[in-house]
Nanobody, 126 residues
Framework: QVELVESGGGQVQPGGSLRLSCAAS????????MGWFRQAPGKEREFVGV????????YYSDAVKGRFTISRDSAKNTIHLQMNSLKPEDTAVYYC???????????????????WGQGTRVTVSS
């Protein structure tokens, strides 16, 4: 079993920055895929970005590419999501997700992930 714990959400003005963290514990693996999804009120959960251990690559949605960056602290089984130039449309509950090896076509599909954090709220508003 794997437990994911997120931290770092909050409220920020448009153009501001926030950093989210997700710590994994339990039966983690060097082949783990760890990433972020978000869900705004009344909308489906959508892919934000993911770190894929087996090829050491990051993948991002077009909506956040160039503004958000995922980094990894392998010693602590933790990933971070640095969010810059935040927009009101980034307002959502952000969820950390993880799974063992996923193929490329599965990375953006929330249904492919077995493990989820509790979510942390991000509000971008003036």
């Amino acid at each position: 079993q794997v437990e994911l714990v997120e931290s770092g959400g909050g409220q920020v003005q448009p153009g501001g920055s926030l950093r989210l963290s997700c710590a994994a514990s339990g039966s983690t693996s060097s082949r783990f895929v760890m990433g972020w999804f978000r869900q705004a009120p009344g909308k489906e959960r959508e892919f934000v970005g993911v770190f894929r251990h087996n090829n050491n690559m990051m993948y991002y949605s077009d909506a956040v590419k160039g503004r958000f960056t995922i980094s990894r602290d392998s010693a602590k089984n933790t990933i971070h999501l640095q969010m810059n130039s935040l927009k009101p449309e980034d307002t959502a509950v952000y969820y950390c997700a993880a799974d063992t090896t996923l193929i490329l076509s599965e990375l953006r599909n929330p249904a492919a992930y077995d493990y989820w954090g509790q979510g942390t709220r991000v509000t971008v508003s003036s």
